[in-house]
Structures are given as C-alpha cells and as structure tokens.
C-alpha cells in the first residue's frame, strides 16, 4: 500500500480531522490536513535526496501522514497513543510486520517531550514536523489577543528546510517579521525542538544549521 492510497482512507482522515479539532479547542495551531501533508513530504524529500530506497521514503511519508492522530485521543503522550493507532490501522490494511515496525517507532519518537531519533525514519519525521513553522497555522483572528505561540508562529513569514548540494547539512531558513514576534521569542518556545533536530540531522548524517534572518543561529 502506498503513501497516495493512505491519504484517500476515509477513516485515516476522518481520525486527522478529529484530532484537529481537538486541538481547536484547546487553542492549539493547526494540525490538520495542510500539517500532516506538510510533514509526510518534508519527510520523504529528506530520505530520498540523501538516497534511502524508493519504498522507505514511501514509509516515512506515511508515517509523516499519520504522525498526530494520537491527538484525538489527547494531545499529552500524542506520539505514543498515535503509534498505538497507527499499529492497529497498518496492521488492519495488511502492512508488512517490518514496515508497521518502522513507522510505528517513528510516529512514537516524534515529539521533543519524549521523542528520540532512534532511527532514520524517526530523524526524517522530526525535522520535517519540527520545520513548519508558518503563519497560517494560526487561528485565532485576532492579533491583540495573541498568545506567545501564536506570536512566533505569525510571525515566520518563510520557512525552508533544505540540504545542501554535498549532503552534509541540512538547514532552517527562517524570515520573521519581528513586529509580531522576536527571534528570542523563537527560542523560547522551541528550543527543545531545534535541540532534537540538531539530533535527528546527527542521525542521519547531516549538521544542522538554524538561520534566521540571514543569521546562523545553530
């Protein structure tokens, strides 16, 4: 089964909206459709541009895909009760045991509370996930009552994850529009996570580089 059919199961998407709209109401950014698409693609440019097989980066886009559904169940350990539903889809689709695995270890390892890379597809599925930062995940409408995450987030005007031509580094780029928030805003709400994707680039090879404003940062 492929990363394309996985998108088209209606109880996969109807289980994404679910969590999402958990996530509304808990005044979360958005973590529908456009995120987990996002992600899954990030993922397997990440895996094929460094040269991993046709059918892992299949794997990651669909763990990419799958990765917040668990926030249906609740958004605290969201990797973990994710890995746990993903299990029990990919096993009902009649997934091989050694790809379930795979992509169960990788949706389980994402989160920068408990997440580590332990493997390729878990490195991939951290940067990518950790990388979309965008100002239209926010919300809520209404700037005066914007919370720090919705600040940074409005803020980034631009986000690009790319690796270099030699394959050695793989980098951030990030514009922010510091009317709405400041780069030390950035680091105080996701420094946990460029620490785990400076792991994860580790993982996989690469260095990983954070620039911001034309800035290298990390």
Partial sequence: MTYQEIRKNKAINDYITAADSSLAALGFTEHSFAHVTAVAEKAGYILQTIGYSERTVELVKIAGYLH???NLVNRIDHSQSGAVMAFRILDNL???????????????NHDEGTGVPV??????????????VRRNRVRNED??????????????TSANLQISDDKTKIELRLTIDTEYG?????????????ILCRKAAEKLGLQFKLIINNQQLL
């Fill in 119 to 132: 493997s390729e597809l878990a490195a991939a599925l951290i940067l990518a996930d950790k990388s979309d």
């Fill in 68 to 70: 917040d559904i668990g």
């Fill in 182 to 194: 400041s780069v030390m805003d950035y680091f105080e709400i996701f420094m946990g996570r460029m």
């Fill in 94 to 108: 009649g997934f091989d045991s050694e790809e379930i695995a795979d992509i169960v270890t990788a949706i389980g």
């Fill in 143 to 156: 700037i005066s009552t914007f919370d720090i995450h919705d600040r940074v987030n409005y803020s980034v």
